[in-house]
């Protein structure tokens, strides 16, 4: 009979199962109804204990002979419990592994690093050849071409101040709905102005 054949599997296995485990692991000798008509049949009658997970049934042999009735079982609520703590300590070390592997990925490797060093270094070469040779030409420019670099440069001035009152405004009317100082606001957005940095723009 089913019941004999499932009483004695569960019993044999000393282990929880749910319906569907118990039909396949009896390897088809009866249907999942007989089987599910066998369980509930031993749970009311004492000989296994049943516990509900979440919708799902579990069934366990009570072992009576082996161990004492106090601990008949073995309590499967800690036990899911310890696991699931321990597989979400090991979902966030995965976590962390995949952060960090994807950070030595994205990384640049040696030799590029090196290629990069050493185009600055070229870039910083040609850029030190170009000031020394500024610095000793004797070459003087005409007056006519003085005079346009002069009119750029006034160009260029009136265009950097009208920008910068352009600016000036626009924070001073953002700052006043702004709950905090300038200074936060600044910082806040890593906005830096002209004063911060020390700059200076030459006149003349």
């Known amino acids: 009979m089913a019941s004999e054949a499932v009483l004695k599997y569960l019993v ?12 396949v692991n009896l390897r088809g ?18 000989k296994i204990k049943c516990k509900l997970y979440g919708k799902q049934k579990v069934y366990a042999a ?9 601990s008949d079982t073995e309590d ?13 300590d090991k979902t966030s070390d995965l976590k962390k592994a995949e952060a960090n592997l994807k950070n030595l990925v994205s990384a640049p490797t040696n030799d590029m690093t090196k290629s990069q060093i050493e185009e600055v270094k070229n870039s ?17 420019i005409s007056a006519g071409e ?14 950097y101040r009208k920008r910068k009152r352009i600016s000036s405004d626009m924070l001073d ?21 002209d004063e911060m940095v020390n700059f200076s723009l030459k006149t003349q």
């Open 62 to 70: 009570l072992q009576l002979e082996n161990v004492e009735e106090s």
């Open 146 to 159: 003085k005079k346009i670099l002069l009119e750029e440069h006034e160009k260029s001035l009136k265009e």
């Open 124 to 140: 910083i070469d040609k850029l030190e050849k170009k000031l020394t040779d500024l610095r000793n030409t004797t070459e003087v």
């Open 76 to 88: 499967y609520d800690t036990q899911i419990s310890n696991i699931t703590n321990i597989l979400n």
């Open 173 to 193: 009317a953002v700052l006043e709905g702004y709950p905090k100082s300038k200074r936060s606001f600044l910082e806040e957005f890593c906005i830096e102005t």
């Open 29 to 46: 000798a009866y249907t999942k109804n007989a089987v599910q008509k066998a369980l509930d049949a031993l749970s009311e009658s004492g």
């Open 12 to 23: 044999d296995t000393n282990r929880p199962y749910s319906c569907a485990d118990v039909t």
